[in-house]
C-alpha cells in the first residue's frame, strides 16, 4: 500500500484507492483492503467492494476530509483554528452562521474562505509544476541508483536522516541483514541513515490493515533480532508503527 500522502487528489478525496495487482479497494489511511469480486455485508446491507471501502472510510474515520485533517501527516499545516474553519465551512454554513459560532465577524470569515480558495489555485499549480519535474527527473535520469527513497507516512522527524538514494539503501541492506528472506538482522546500526533502512525493511513484515498484540510484535521481531524491545520502541519511535495508549494493539502506519 502506498503512504498516505502518496495516493493521488483523487484517492484522497475520495477516500479510497484501487490497488491493481490486489485487485482492491484500498483504505489509504489504514490499508484495510476489500476484494473487487467479493460482496460486503455493512450494516445489514450487501454492498459491493468499492462501496464497502467508502463506507469503513465514513464509520472508521469519520468520512474523506475528517481522515485527512485527523492524520497527523507533516505535510498538513494548518492550524487549530483552520481546521476549525475549514469543517465548518465544509459543511455548508453560511459566513454569518460560522461567524456567530466563532464568536468573529461575517467579513472576517469570508476573508478567509477567500484565503484558502487562492491557496488552492497555489497549492495546484505548485504541485502540477513539482510533479512534472519529478517525472521528467526520472525519464532523464542516467542512473536509476541516484533515485531518494521515499519517505513514509508516519514520518516525525522529516531531516537529512531521510536523503538516501537508492544506491545507499542497498549498500546497507547488504551490511546489516545477514538473510532477507528471511529476515535476519546482524546489528541495529547507531547510525540514523542506517536506523531508517533497517525499520524500513522490518516494517514491511507486518500486514496493512492488521492490529497486532504487543506479544505478537514481540514474536515477529524476535525472528528478525533478539533485541526485539528496542525494535519495538524504534519503530513506533520512527513513526512505522503506531500503538493504543495501553499497549493493547499495534498496527503498520
Not at 528472506?181 to 496493512?208: D, G, M, N, T, Y
Request: glycine content about 6%; charged content about 30%; proline content about 2%.
Amino acid at each position: 500500500m502506498k503512504f498516505l500522502e502518496e495516493q493521488d487528489i483523487a484517492c484522497l478525496k475520495a477516500g479510497y484507492s484501487f490497488d491493481g495487482e490486489k485487485e482492491a479497494f484500498v483504505c489509504p489511511v489504514c490499508g484495510e483492503s476489500f476484494d473487487a469480486e467479493e460482496i460486503f455485508c455493512v450494516e445489514g446491507r450487501y454492498l459491493t467492494a468499492r462501496r464497502a471501502a467508502a463506507r469503513h472510510c465514513e464509520n472508521r474515520h469519520g468520512g474523506p476530509l475528517a481522515a485527512l485533517l485527523e492524520s497527523g501527516s507533516k505535510y498538513l499545516a494548518f492550524t487549530e483554528n483552520q481546521r476549525e474553519l475549514l469543517e465548518l465551512f465544509a459543511s455548508g454554513l453560511s459566513d454569518a452562521a460560522v461567524a456567530k459560532r466563532l464568536g468573529v465577524t461575517a467579513s472576517t470569515v469570508r476573508h478567509q474562505r477567500f484565503t484558502f480558495r487562492e491557496k488552492c489555485k497555489t497549492a495546484r499549480m505548485t504541485l502540477a509544476v513539482l510533479e512534472l519535474v519529478m517525472e521528467l527527473a526520472e525519464q532523464n535520469r542516467e542512473s536509476a541508483d541516484e533515485a531518494l527513497i521515499p519517505v513514509h507516512g508516519g514520518a516525525k522527524m522529516l531531516d537529512e536522516r531521510y536523503e538516501i538514494t537508492e544506491a545507499e539503501e542497498k549498500k546497507i541492506l547488504s551490511g546489516v541483514f545477514s538473510s532477507l528472506e528471511p529476515l535476519k538482522l546482524k546489528v541495529f546500526s547507531a547510525k540514523e541513515k542506517k536506523k531508517v533502512v533497517i525499520l524500513k525493511r522490518i516494517a514491511q513484515e507486518f500486514e496493512p490493515g492488521r492490529r497486532y498484540t504487543e506479544g505478537e510484535v514481540n514474536a515477529l521481531l524476535k525472528e528478525i533480532y533478539f533485541d526485539f524491545a528496542t525494535l519495538r520502541r524504534y519503530l513506533v519511535e520512527y513513526g512505522w508503527i503506531s500503538r493504543e495508549k495501553d499497549c493493547s494493539a499495534y498496527w503498520l502506519n
